[in-house]
């Protein structure tokens, strides 16, 4: 048989390929001829079969067939042979294939061999793809390479601990003796593989963490020597000693240093002197200065020195080089809650980062420009926020209106600032704003008499000739039939008023109506809104009257049975209609749980105030079982309400509804119900003061929703004592890993025959080693009975990355929903 072409030529023959296929076609050729060779048990030419294998490997094409060659290979005494067999076996075996299993023998061999390369490639083996069965059999080998005096042995034999205690952590106290001895080496290599060693350890086991922090005056004294030591031609990048080293040295200290007094106080000193010492003109320096920032973040550092951070911060985001500038945002974004008056000092910088070209750097920015707004700062930050909605892209307008939403609310020095600064948004990114932006702008306005004729005055002009803001449009609606008649008085004083007749007035409004810009919620906003004016204006009732005839038998559902009302309105309650249609009261502004209550029915907001009081004499209350149907009238889905903590924005709307993923959300639309009706605005306000629960919920059994990388949630039931609609679910969230999982967010969503509210959550932080809980309340109402399933997503940090999941909840148990 003529002998194998070499490894080289294969490449070049391969390289020479001009499509694809024929690329397959020198693949197969050469894979058939492997094949022969196999089955010959052709020695000599084993070794560069499989080395032109594992090319193919890389390529993409299966080498599979050259797993057990990879074995005999290693079995071989020659030590190229070995250096391609391992090589095979990192990359062609996992230990999902039991064939691997047969390597430990030869492994525990080459451990023992008299040649130190040998050695070290069993090592690098073992820790690259060794099985938990693999490194109980073969720790005792890597301990003693851990106590030989041969330092390129002990590096990797440090490393192959690393992976030996991930797969097997009990096996950590057989390496303690050793790893003690570690940090007195000299050669740097060891150094830094004892350090990841230890930081692995201490990250795995508290006992570990409590038992290095007494290392710490010894690691401050090696980074100290990494300062101060002069140029080292062996360790020196772009003029710093060994940052690779100072960088695992500063992440261990981190680790050592969190939550303990003691630790933070030894490590004060060293790291204010690497953050004035460090050369900050080349990438290097940066990379030392932002990971010694983390750590005086995370340590408990004197007050001085987390200014000094922060500045460093700061510095970062002048530089020109983006990642730079987006870790910088990043950092100060989390540090903001802690250290607010520190960043507030770069506040400037911050802003001017919202005109990046970059679209990460601009997120990171408007978030963190959100948290910084004050009661002092908010008129200046709000105005550049409001430039930067009107001109940025619009996958930023959602986040960016929701936030200025909440900043305003929260910080607004008059209402008529608040007023005008929503009106800005409506009329710059109206079609972004969340779902509750309409009733929550109703509700202000209403609450602010004295500025009705000004708000009235300024949204007729606002939707003049301009219809494409259907948010706007709704609310100038409303205004304007719950305003109207100041809107035509004309005795508007706080900027110069404006002329207009009722029967401009109505024009407009009729406009909207045949606008083929209005949305069926839209119309229904303005049909009401003329209806009101049959009492506001004096000479315009059979105008009004005929406009509402008109749609008695509009194709739309919605519009036509509020115009058959209207219609039974006028022809057998006239005498009713002043009292049903008069101006709305003074809502009381109500937070339960967190929540702002404010309520939207078939597109219109109704005056629900939350008060036990009894409702008013001329109105006849509903039965209980109706006031909760009718919080899902309408054919729209109704999107979860999420508690999230204040220090976030507020998810938009889109994000609640893809949670809905492919659930089948079609259904029978429920009666809606009629539009001067106050409904109560969640599951289970306006119900008696009487026992909400029944004992039969102690015989409903609990279900785990979410099981996955620790964090597991349960979900454990209540079934209302007077309304058997209402299910009440109380999650439980417990973390088995060893870190904690910080700002936890939890959302659900559910088909739109349902109705779902989320309570405020326990706490956002779940801790480690199952020490505690999060608890947060669902209620979901279940009118008819159907089998519950809910699109659940979970959000939160560990480890230092963000995590998102999604999963879907179908294993109710039926004492749950029948």
Same mark, same amino acid.
């Given at each position: 048989?003529?002998?194998?072409?070499?490894?080289?030529?294969?490449?070049?023959?391969?390289?020479?390929?001009?499509?694809?296929?024929?690329?397959?076609?020198?693949?197969?050729?050469?894979?058939?001829?492997?094949?022969?060779?196999?089955?010959?048990?052709?020695?000599?030419?084993?070794?560069?079969?499989?080395?032109?294998?594992?090319?193919?490997?890389?390529?993409?094409?299966?080498?599979?067939?050259?797993?057990?060659?990879?074995?005999?290979?290693?079995?071989?005494?020659?030590?190229?042979?070995?250096?391609?067999?391992?090589?095979?076996?990192?990359?062609?075996?996992?230990?999902?294939?039991?064939?691997?299993?047969?390597?430990?023998?030869?492994?525990?061999?080459?451990?023992?061999?008299?040649?130190?390369?040998?050695?070290?490639?069993?090592?690098?083996?073992?820790?690259?793809?060794?099985?938990?069965?693999?490194?109980?059999?073969?720790?005792?080998?890597?301990?003693?390479?851990?106590?030989?005096?041969?330092?390129?042995?002990?590096?990797?034999?440090?490393?192959?601990?690393?992976?030996?205690?991930?797969?097997?952590?009990?096996?950590?106290?057989?390496?303690?003796?050793?790893?003690?001895?570690?940090?007195?080496?000299?050669?740097?290599?060891?150094?830094?593989? #004892?350090?990841?060693?230890?930081?692995?350890?201490?990250?795995?086991?508290?006992?570990?963490?409590?038992?290095?922090?007494?290392?710490?005056?010894?690691?401050?004294?090696?980074?100290?020597?990494?300062?101060?030591?002069?140029?080292?031609?062996?360790?020196?990048?772009?003029?710093?000693?060994?940052?690779?080293?100072?960088?695992?040295?500063?992440?261990?200290?981190?680790?050592?240093?969190?939550?303990?007094? =003691?630790?933070?106080?030894?490590?004060?000193?060293?790291?204010?002197?690497?953050?004035?010492?460090?050369?900050?003109?080349?990438?290097?320096?940066?990379?030392?200065?932002?990971?010694?920032?983390?750590?005086?973040?995370?340590?408990?550092?004197?007050?001085?020195?987390? /200014?000094?951070?922060?500045?460093?911060?700061?510095?970062?985001?002048?530089?020109?080089?983006?990642?730079?500038? *987006?870790?910088?945002?990043?950092?100060?974004?989390?540090?903001?809650?802690?250290?607010?008056?520190?960043?507030?000092?770069?506040?400037?910088?911050?802003?001017?980062?919202?005109?990046?070209?970059?679209?990460?750097?601009?997120?990171?920015?408007?978030?963190?420009?959100?948290?910084?707004?004050?009661?002092?700062? /908010?008129?200046?930050?709000?105005?550049?926020?409001?430039?930067?909605?009107?001109?940025?892209?619009?996958?930023?307008?959602?986040?960016?209106?929701?936030?200025?939403?909440?900043?305003?609310?929260? *910080?607004? %020095?008059?209402?008529?600032?608040?007023?005008?600064?929503?009106?800005?948004?409506?009329?710059?990114?109206?079609? *972004?704003?969340?779902?509750?932006?309409?009733?929550?702008?109703?509700?202000?306005?209403?609450?602010?008499?004295?500025?009705?004729?000004?708000?009235?005055?300024?949204?007729?002009?606002?939707?003049?000739?301009?219809?494409?803001?259907? %948010?706007?449009?709704?609310?100038?609606?409303?205004?304007?039939?719950? *305003?109207?008649?100041?809107?035509?008085?004309?005795?508007?004083?706080?900027?110069?008023?404006?002329?207009?007749?009722?029967?401009?007035?109505? =024009?407009?409004?009729?406009?909207?109506?045949?606008?083929?810009?209005?949305?069926?919620?839209?119309?229904?906003?303005?049909?009401?809104?003329?209806?009101?004016?049959?009492?506001?204006?004096?000479?315009?009732?059979?105008?009004?009257?005929?406009?509402?005839?008109?749609?008695?038998?509009?194709?739309?559902?919605?519009?036509?049975?509020?115009?058959?009302?209207?219609?039974?309105?006028?022809?057998?309650?006239?005498?009713?209609?002043?009292?049903?249609?008069?101006?709305?009261?003074?809502?009381?502004?109500?937070?339960?749980?967190?929540?702002?209550?404010?309520?939207?029915?078939?597109?219109?907001?109704?005056?629900?105030?939350?008060?036990?009081?009894?409702?008013?004499?001329?109105?006849? %209350?509903?039965?209980?079982?109706?006031?909760?149907?009718?919080?899902?009238?309408?054919?729209?889905?109704?999107? /979860?309400?999420?508690?999230?903590?204040?220090?976030?924005?507020?998810?938009?709307?889109?994000?609640?509804?893809?949670?809905?993923?492919?659930?089948?959300?079609?259904?029978?639309?429920? #009666?809606?119900?009629?539009?001067?009706?106050?409904?109560?605005?969640?599951?289970?306000?306006?119900?008696?003061?009487? %026992?909400?629960?029944?004992?039969?919920?102690?015989?409903?059994?609990?279900?785990?929703?979410?099981?996955?990388?620790?964090?597991?949630?349960?979900?454990?039931?209540?079934?209302?004592?007077?309304?058997?609609?209402?299910?009440?679910?109380?999650?439980?969230?417990?973390?088995?890993?060893?870190?904690?999982?910080?700002?936890?967010?939890?959302?659900?969503?559910?088909?739109?025959?349902?109705?779902?509210?989320?309570?405020?959550?326990?706490?956002?932080?779940?801790?480690?080693?199952?020490?505690?809980?999060?608890?947060?309340?669902?209620?979901?109402?279940?009118?008819?009975?159907?089998?519950?399933?809910?699109?659940?997503?979970?959000?939160?940090?560990?480890?230092?990355?963000?995590?998102?999941?999604?999963?879907?909840?179908?294993?109710?148990?039926?004492?749950?929903?029948?």
């Amino acid at each position: 048989m003529p002998a194998p072409i070499r490894l080289r030529e294969l490449i070049r023959t391969i390289r020479t390929a001009r499509t694809q296929a024929e690329e397959r076609e020198m693949i197969q050729k050469e894979c058939a001829a492997i094949r022969s060779s196999f089955r010959e048990e052709d020695n000599t030419y084993r070794c560069r079969n499989v080395a032109k294998l594992l090319y193919m490997h890389m390529l993409g094409y299966p080498a599979h067939f050259g797993q057990l060659e990879c074995l005999k290979l290693i079995a071989s005494q020659k030590f190229t042979d070995k250096r391609i067999g391992y090589l095979g076996a990192m990359l062609l075996l996992d230990e999902r294939q039991d064939v691997h299993l047969l390597m430990t023998n030869c492994i525990k061999n080459d451990l023992n061999h008299s040649t130190q390369y040998v050695q070290g490639l069993a090592l690098c083996t073992l820790g690259c793809m060794g099985s938990s069965e693999m490194c109980r059999d073969l720790a005792g080998e890597v301990e003693k390479l851990l106590k030989t005096s041969n330092s390129y042995l002990r590096k990797k034999a440090a490393l192959c601990a690393v992976h030996v205690i991930r797969k097997v952590p009990e096996l950590m106290e057989m390496f303690l003796p050793a790893t003690k001895n570690l940090l007195n080496e000299k050669n740097h290599g060891v150094l830094h593989t #004892s350090v990841v060693l230890l930081t692995e350890m201490c990250e795995r086991s508290p006992d570990m963490l409590a038992h290095f922090r007494k290392l710490v005056p010894q690691l401050v004294r090696i980074l100290k020597n990494l300062i101060m030591s002069g140029y080292s031609p062996e360790h020196d990048v772009s003029g710093i000693s060994d940052p690779f080293l100072q960088v695992r040295i500063l992440r261990l200290l981190r680790i050592l240093g969190r939550n303990d007094d =003691d630790s933070s106080e030894a490590m004060n000193d060293i790291l204010a002197q690497v953050a004035t010492n460090t050369e900050t003109s080349k990438n290097v320096g940066n990379a030392i200065l932002y990971e010694t920032v983390l750590t005086i973040m995370d340590i408990k550092s004197e007050s001085g020195l987390r /200014v000094l951070a922060i500045n460093i911060l700061g510095r970062f985001l002048l530089n020109n080089d983006k990642n730079i500038r *987006y870790v910088a945002l990043t950092s100060l974004l989390k540090t903001v809650q802690t250290d607010h008056n520190a960043v507030q000092r770069h506040r400037s910088t911050i802003v001017d980062c919202l005109k990046d070209l970059d679209v990460s750097i601009k997120r990171r920015a408007m978030e963190l420009s959100f948290a910084l707004v004050n009661g002092n700062n /908010v008129r200046g930050m709000m105005k550049e926020l409001l430039y930067f909605l009107d001109s940025c892209e619009p996958e930023f307008k959602a986040d960016c209106a929701s936030g200025i939403f909440l900043a305003s609310e929260k *910080y607004a %020095p008059s209402k008529r600032w608040h007023i005008d600064t929503i009106m800005r948004v409506l009329t710059m990114a109206g079609s *972004y704003v969340r779902d509750d932006a309409v009733p929550s702008l109703i509700q202000l306005i209403t609450n602010s008499v004295e500025m009705h004729t000004y708000t009235v005055q300024r949204l007729y002009k606002a939707i003049l000739g301009d219809y494409s803001q259907q %948010p706007l449009v709704q609310v100038a609606s409303w205004c304007i039939g719950e *305003y109207g008649d100041l809107l035509v008085s004309g005795q508007c004083e706080e900027e110069p008023p404006i002329q207009v007749t009722e029967d401009e007035v109505l =024009d407009i409004l009729e406009s909207i109506l045949i606008s083929n810009m209005s949305a069926s919620v839209t119309r229904g906003y303005t049909l009401t809104a003329i209806m009101k004016l049959s009492t506001r204006f004096t000479c315009n009732v059979n105008r009004v009257r005929k406009i509402v005839s008109v749609y008695s038998s509009s194709i739309d559902v919605e519009l036509q049975q509020r115009a058959v009302e209207y219609n039974t309105l006028f022809k057998k309650y006239d005498h009713m209609r002043p009292a049903l249609l008069e101006r709305m009261p003074v809502m009381e502004k109500v937070t339960i749980n967190g929540l702002t209550e404010i309520v939207q029915s078939n597109g219109e907001t109704e005056s629900a105030v939350l008060e036990t009081k009894s409702p008013p004499s001329g109105l006849q %209350p509903l039965s209980q079982a109706n006031d909760l149907l009718d919080l899902l009238g309408g054919t729209d889905i109704t999107p /979860v309400i999420p508690t999230a903590p204040t220090s976030k924005p507020d998810s938009t709307g889109g994000e609640l509804l893809d949670l809905l993923g492919d659930l089948n959300l079609t259904c029978s639309p429920v #009666s809606a119900p009629v539009p001067q009706i106050a409904q109560p605005p969640f599951l289970l306000d306006g119900l008696p003061s009487q %026992p909400l629960f029944s004992d039969i919920a102690a015989g409903i059994p609990s279900i785990t929703a979410y099981n996955k990388n620790g964090l597991k949630i349960d979900f454990t039931f209540e079934r209302s004592n007077t309304n058997p609609s209402v299910t009440v679910i109380t999650i439980q969230a417990s973390n088995s890993t060893e870190l904690d999982m910080t700002d936890f967010v939890f959302q659900a969503a559910v088909p739109k025959t349902f109705q779902l509210q989320l309570l405020s959550p326990s706490s956002g932080v779940i801790p480690a080693f199952n020490s505690g809980t999060i608890t947060q309340v669902i209620k979901v109402l279940n009118p008819q009975k159907q089998q519950l399933r809910m699109r659940i997503k979970l959000t939160y940090n560990h480890k230092g990355s963000a995590i998102q999941d999604l999963a879907e909840v179908s294993n109710f148990p039926p004492q749950s929903w029948q």
